[in-house]
């Protein structure tokens, strides 16, 4: 009964704020979602990882090795993926990169911090901008065919996380006011994308609904089997460890979507995957978490 009232305690603030964001499109309200996307992910995020990357507390070794497994386990959901649709003759262009990179932003650190505070908020960023890094390169590239070095560089996201390292190694920090205000910067971050998830999948029509049932139920398994495998090959341990995999198994994120509708990558399709893939999360996600409680 702790565990589930615990679990319950970290999915439900995270629900609700999606909730409202949904509940804002039934009143037809507007709701400016590209200005709040590009506020978030140019702004709010990268000052996020900033601020959580220089101010962590974390042993940098025990830093670089969730980094190392968690480039590990991306690889091998990579691989797994690849096979599967390989096998279901599915287009890689549609299906691969929404496979492999879930929403470790607006799901991942919000989940990290009910359920870890600080120290698990600071793990997922790692997660989070290895992932961020990785999408705005090879996931880039398997939409559109041509992911682009110098784009990669104008990501404040990515600009934010090299930063973020560079202080961290270095041992650097800024004046106390300054820091202040990037931390009140990041801390829009975490309500506006959940608030804005909701809006997201309010407005999106779910394809192939079984399809996508199967997938999302195939996604979260080989997911969750490449973090514990990469988790344990790395010898991570407690909160790093669940975070890995509560990172890893997030459902789809949005931005595959909005992708997939730049370069006409199959969006409806993308658009199913992602409502289903979260629809199963409502389930899937207190079930991890409650598993990771026990354990770890």
């Not at 709040?36 to 959580?52: C, D, E, H, K, Q």
């Not at 262009?93 to 929404?98: D, G, N, V």
């Not at 969750?224 to 669940?242: H, I, M, Q």
């Amino acid at each position: 009964m702790d565990i589930v009232l615990k679990v319950l305690t970290v999915v439900a603030p995270v629900f609700l704020l999606a909730a409202i964001g949904w509940g804002w499109t039934r009143t037809r309200a507007p709701y400016p979602i590209d200005f709040v996307t590009r506020l978030t992910m140019n702004i709010s995020i990268p000052a996020l990882i900033f601020t959580a990357l220089v101010r962590t507390k974390v042993d940098p070794v025990a830093l670089r090795e969730l980094a190392s497994a968690s480039l590990l386990a991306y690889a091998l959901l990579g691989i797994l993926a690849f096979l599967l649709l390989r096998a279901m003759r599915l287009p890689l262009r549609t299906w691969l990169a929404p496979f492999i990179f879930g929403n470790t932003g607006n799901l991942g650190l919000p989940l990290a911090l009910f359920a870890y505070g600080d120290i698990g908020l600071q793990n997922a960023v790692v997660v989070f901008a290895i992932m961020a890094i990785l999408s705005y390169t090879f996931g880039v590239w398997l939409v559109s065919g041509a992911g682009s070095p110098v784009a990669l560089v104008r990501e404040p996201i990515v600009a934010g996380t090299v930063l973020g390292g560079l202080f961290l190694w270095q041992g650097w920090s800024l004046p106390l006011w300054l820091t202040n205000a990037l931390e009140l910067l990041g801390q829009m971050a975490i309500p506006l994308m959940l608030i804005t998830l909701g809006v997201a999948i309010s407005r999106l029509e779910a394809g192939s609904m079984g399809r996508a049932f199967l997938l999302s139920i195939a996604k979260y398994l080989l997911a969750a089997g490449a973090a514990l495998v990469a988790g344990w090959l790395f010898g991570l341990e407690g909160a790093a460890f669940a975070i890995l995999v509560l990172q890893l198994t997030t459902p789809v994120a949005v931005s595959n979507y909005f992708l997939a509708e730049k370069y006409g990558a199959g969006a409806a399709d993308v658009a199913g995957f992602v409502v289903i893939s979260t629809l199963v999360a409502i389930i899937a996600l207190p079930a991890t978490l409650a598993l990771l409680f026990h354990f770890l």
